[in-house]
């Protein structure tokens, strides 16, 4: 026999059995992420858990010169119903909405004296400020494109170290170990700022690098709670629906999480909770989407209806903002302190703080 | 020389798929397939693609960003082998180099480059028609998952399965190539083509997740002729090929950001060091782009490629 005509023959056979093989069906993976498998100490968290999201560093563009407007009706892409991360530094209350923060995940702001970063991780659902002032130098933080427990993974770009948002931490270079000074964000609806703050500034977008704010970039992500993109720990907790927005409180290493099941279903309610030996008071309304938390210092609260922003009071008549601040009453002015406390899905809650209390 | 062949070894070499960042895949799909040789022949070809990809795209719309940079170079070794009159087999081994460049915001550059054998392919090529006004060939073959998909970034993390050379899964390819003469102009031929790829699903991402890229269907037609000058013959084609990339499914949910429709312009010339040697340069650019979302899409694309044909047995005559 020809031996060419072998060659060609064998490459045949070997198409064909590979299209047979490729035709066999597969079973579906499960979406847990790979053991660990080192303990690099270059790494706070195991280096193979961490994930390279796509874009790039940078490939997804912070906003570093951010731009505000008080009116955004005519935006087009503010809806009542959108969720906004909101605070307060002195007398100015700024709104930062999903609708931007979905495509550039951090806000590099500045309001008065305090310089602060706003990260945002879509996939987490989870927002909080960090101070941008490190070592006594101000730096500013970018999108690293890196993922672990598909949580965001901010950069600063002084040191150029690698943070894990959810971790509090500084997990990779120069800046390793360190803790990022938290400023905490009321997460609630447009519809609800607006009814507390009309007239205060919203986030419409930064300079350059316009992103079409109107689409949501992950499809039914927000929405369909067996959809994860990214390997997570722990993803088989069925405390709760993966997507299932909670509260965590997070102090001196313990950490509490609260799901909006502990409020009532119309006006504002308050539970309490002990959180790293503290009492802190929750304050929370599945009428108006927020809970945020303040340490109660064994004060006693109750709720305050229909006087948004103002949210609750004290025994001494005390009237509170949804900020903690004392608005009207004998210690006007006074500030109640707040522990870290973020909204998320709750798989990145069960990922990252699984012995998290509820 | 069969103007069929000179056709078919212009058309192939240079096409390549857009590779868009979470959509595209290894891009060697269009560079598969020789025309079906003359009995006991092998057709070789060694081509170089060089595919830029800078272009942000919400749906139709180009957005004003351009800071971020990916490059796919592909070299390629081809063999096809005529082991029947109507029946060859083909051999296709990529070598790819994947590149992401981005200017940081605080004016550095950010770059990850992989580089590593891609997944080669093996096709049966039959030929339904070998006449002179005629010449139609079907194809069908599996892109084997023999690439690397395993690449590090610079600092050791897994890359993103895009910029991996390798997709970690089978892929089954259909072709059917047509071309014929135009009536009373022999020496002019038009070329009709399509290319599916059925992509096949990577069930070992990121550790035992399924992936599985977007279906691929490609149509590729245009006009190529010699022409003929300073002394010597230059084959040139002029075409458009449409290429329509599915959504990326993960865990079989669909992607969102992935897939999209384009419409490229082509041009290629030829330069023949003997009957059996030659040198074919391209470049195609897209003048049409409709991605889903916002994605990256293609600048332009360029393609060298030597092609050559040994004779194993003299015919018979």
């Known amino acids: 026999m020809n031996s060419k005509l072998n060659l060609g023959s064998m490459l045949s056979l070997l198409a064909l059995m590979s299209i047979c093989w490729a035709c066999t069906p597969k079973s579906d993976g499960v979406i847990t992420p790979p053991p660990p498998t080192n303990s690099n100490p270059d790494w706070l968290v195991p280096k193979n858990q961490v994930f390279d999201g796509g874009p790039g560093r940078d490939g997804i563009p912070s906003i570093d010169e951010p731009l505000f407007t008080r009116k955004p009706d005519s935006l087009g892409f503010i809806e009542d119903f959108d969720l906004v991360l909101i605070l307060k530094i002195g007398e100015e209350v700024r709104a930062y909405p999903h609708p931007v923060l979905d495509w550039h995940e951090i806000v590099n702001d500045d309001i008065d004296t305090l310089s602060l970063a706003i990260n945002y991780c879509p996939l987490t659902g989870t927002g909080i400020g960090w101070n941008r002032k490190i070592n006594g130098q101000k730096t500013s933080f970018g999108v690293s494109g890196l993922l672990y427990n598909s949580n965001l993974m901010p950069y600063d ?105 502990f409020f009532p279903k119309n006006g504002i309610g308050l539970t309490l909770r002990t959180v790293g030996g503290e009492p802190v008071v929750v304050i929370g309304s599945k009428e108006y989407n927020f809970m945020c938390a303040y340490f109660s210092k064994n004060k006693s609260f109750e709720a305050v209806q229909n006087r948004l922003p103002i949210v609750m009071k004290d025994a001494s008549n005390n009237f509170y903002d949804i900020f903690g601040q004392v608005v009207e009453g004998p210690e006007k002015g006074a500030q109640l302190k707040s522990p870290t406390f973020m909204m998320g899905y709750w798989f990145a809650w069960a990922a990252f703080y699984p012995d998290l209390d509820l | 020389m069969n103007l069929g062949k000179i056709l078919c070894l212009l058309l192939f070499p240079g096409v390549v798929h857009a590779q868009t960042c979470c959509s595209g895949g290894v891009p060697m799909s269009s560079n598969i397939g020789f025309s079906t040789g003359e009995y006991q022949q092998l057709q070789y070809g060694l081509s170089y693609d060089y595919n830029r990809i800078t272009r942000l795209y919400n ?131 038009l070329f009709f083509n399509v290319i599916h790829t059925q992509r096949g699903q990577n069930t070992r991402y990121l550790g035992s997740q399924t992936y599985q890229f977007g279906q691929e269907l490609q149509l590729i037609t245009g006009y190529s002729r010699n022409v003929y000058a300073l002394k010597q013959i230059w084959p040139l084609a002029l075409g458009l090929r449409y290429r329509h990339a599915g959504p990326d499914q993960l865990n079989r949910s669909k992607l969102s950001n992935t897939g999209g429709d384009w419409l490229f312009a082509r041009l290629s010339l030829g330069y023949s060091f003997d009957p059996e040697t030659q040198l074919q340069v391209g470049l195609e650019s897209p003048f049409y782009s409709h991605v889903k979302g916002v994605q990256l899409s293609p600048d332009y694309i360029f393609n060298i490629s030597l092609l050559g044909k040994i004779k194993f047995k003299k015919d018979e005559f």
């Not at chain 1, 390997?231 to 907790?237: A, C, I, K, R």
């Not at chain 2, 580089?115 to 006004?133: R, T």
């Not at chain 2, 010449?135 to 895009?162: E, M």
């Open chain 2, 59 to 189: 749906e139709k719309v180009m957005l004003a960003d351009n800071n971020r940079m990916r490059s796919t170079q592909s070299y390629i070794l081809r063999a096809a082998y005529q082991w029947h009159r109507r029946f060859a087999s083909e051999l296709f081994i990529p070598i790819i180099r994947q590149a992401r460049n981005i200017q940081t915001l605080n004016n550095g550059n950010d770059q990850e480059i992989s580089l590593g054998l891609g997944d080669p392919a093996v096709l049966v090529a039959y030929d339904v028609f070998n006449k002179p006004k005629l010449n139609w060939t079907l194809g069908l073959g599996v892109r084997l998952p023999l690439g690397s998909f395993s690449q590090t970034n610079n600092q050791g993390l897994l890359l993103i399965n895009d910029m991996q050379p390798g997709s970690g899964a089978f892929d089954l390819i259909l072709r059917s190539a047509l071309n014929f003469p135009i009536p009373n102009h022999p020496e002019s031929i």
């Open chain 1, 157 to 261: 770009r002084n040191s150029e170290s690698i943070w894990s948002q959810l971790k509090l931490q500084c997990v990779n270079g120069s800046l390793i170990g360190r803790s990022p000074q938290t400023i905490s964000l009321i997460e609630t609806t447009v519809f609800t700022w607006r009814k507390m703050y009309p007239g205060s500034k919203i986030l419409v977008g930064g300079k350059g690098r316009v992103r079409p704010y109107g689409t949501y970039p992950y499809g039914d992500f927000k929405v369909n709670q067996n959809r994860l993109l990214f390997p997570v720990d722990h993803s088989d907790d069925e405390r709760f629906p993966k997507k299932e927005r909670l509260l965590s409180i997070i102090h001196q290493q313990d950490v509490k999480g609260v799901p909006f099941t």
